[in-house]
């Protein structure tokens, strides 16, 4: 495709309930990113995916956040029974070169919780 | 760990002013400095980069050079026009075991008056 898409682009959802995010990152791009962008805590890596390695979950906030990768392609990031302070703009991130190449970031899915 | 630090915003110039964001990082190694720029309603864009120290990075007139004795890599424009105003990220790869995740600064808000 084009470059990073993200769905949906706004969210908005009532506390205690699971969401799903999606990110579609670039073709051939064997690295994704994800990303979050709030106003108390900035921009924050949360996980990363590189082909079929194990992913690095190293900046995962909670056990309520979880990930997956499918087909080394499409991305979920999953909140389960979200919380106000999840609110933020989820942004996901694609590169190639193993992930050392240029990363290329999607629009954001802007998160609110209710 | 590995930091980011950079000025709060946020800025205001008129235009053809000349434009210093400062930005400062603490890191083991040597890692790459990122300048990310986000326009109004756009997603994060790659401004410039260097990889090793005394790299100047250039784009768009915008340029900002690796200092390792200083541990810094201040962003410079000799010369805003209003369509900079954006909010500036500085950043820094964080070479895990894996790829390269990105660690921020808090963000700055540039405004260019007309």
């Known amino acids: 495709g084009a470059g990073v898409s993200q769905s949906p682009s706004n969210k908005v959802t009532e506390k205690g309930k699971d969401v799903e995010l999606r990110c579609d990152p670039i073709s051939g791009h064997t690295a994704l990113y994800w990303y979050r962008q709030s106003l108390g805590q900035g921009l924050e890596f949360l996980i990363y995916f590189q082909g079929n390695s194990a992913p690095d979950k190293s900046g995962l906030p909670s056990d309520r956040f979880s990930a997956e990768r499918t087909g080394g392609s499409v991305s979920t990031l999953t909140i389960q029974r979200t919380q106000q302070e999840d609110s933020a703009v989820y942004l996901c991130?694609?590169?190639?070169?193993?992930?050392?190449?240029?990363?290329?970031f999607g629009p954001g899915t802007r998160l609110t919780v209710t | 760990g590995n930091s980011v630090t950079q000025m709060e915003g946020p800025v205001t110039l008129s235009e053809e002013a000349f434009l210093t964001i400062n930005c400062t990082y603490t890191a083991t190694g040597y890692p790459s400095l990122f300048w990310y720029v986000q326009y109004p309603g756009e997603g994060l864009q790659l401004l410039l980069k260097?990889?090793?120290?005394?790299d100047k990075g250039s784009n768009k007139g915008f340029e900002a050079t690796y200092r390792k004795e200083t541990t810094s890599f201040h962003l410079e424009k000799g010369s805003v026009q209003v369509s900079d105003s954006a909010v500036y990220f500085c950043?820094?790869?964080?070479?895990?075991?894996?790829?390269?995740?990105?660690?921020f600064g808090a963000g700055t808000i540039l405004r260019v008056k007309s």
């Open positions: 950043a820094l790869s964080d070479l895990g075991a894996y790829g390269n995740k990105l660690v």
């Open positions: 991130a694609s590169s190639s070169l193993a992930g050392r190449g240029e990363q290329y």
């Open positions: 260097a990889t090793k120290a005394d």
